[in-house]
């Protein structure tokens, strides 16, 4: 996870959340499992449904998964704008060209690791 976020890899990201739902899907399984025994073994009829709720657990992680991943996939397709304070950043770096006197029209959008930048501007005629 730290070094998808370091290199800004939506991959290495993707893969580090799969691998902790795996663990968490795991933890609850044994927990799980591991109440119902007990609860077969001391004829604790709460502890019974252990798994049950285990399995419960595991699927809202999942579904919560999925529909994190999902939406961050949805908005890289349909190519989402880049936060107001980038294109701020971005603005200030095209009017540090001295002949730029004006921005008609920026738009930035994010495409896998890079940010487009589409930028409009008026400089002098000469």
């Known amino acids: 996870m730290h070094l998808g976020k370091k290199v800004n890899s939506k991959s290495l ?20 499992i591991g109440a119902a025994l007990i609860g077969h073994k001391f004829n604790i009829e709460i502890l019974s449904y252990g798994d049950v709720a285990a399995g419960i ?23 989402k704008t880049v936060a107001p304070e980038k294109l701020q950043q971005y603005e200030k770096l095209v009017f540090s060209v001295p002949e730029v006197r004006r921005i008609d029209r920026i738009r930035a959008r994010e495409h896998g690791h890079y940010v487009i930048v589409d930028i409009r501007v008026g400089i002098p005629a000469h």
């Open 13 to 32: 990201i993707a893969t580090a959340y799969d691998h902790l739902a795996d663990v968490y899907a795991s933890i609850a399984a044994v927990v799980g």
């Open 57 to 79: 657990l595991v699927a809202y992680f999942v579904i919560k998964l999925a529909y994190h991943m999902g939406k961050e996939a949805v908005d890289i397709l349909m190519d």
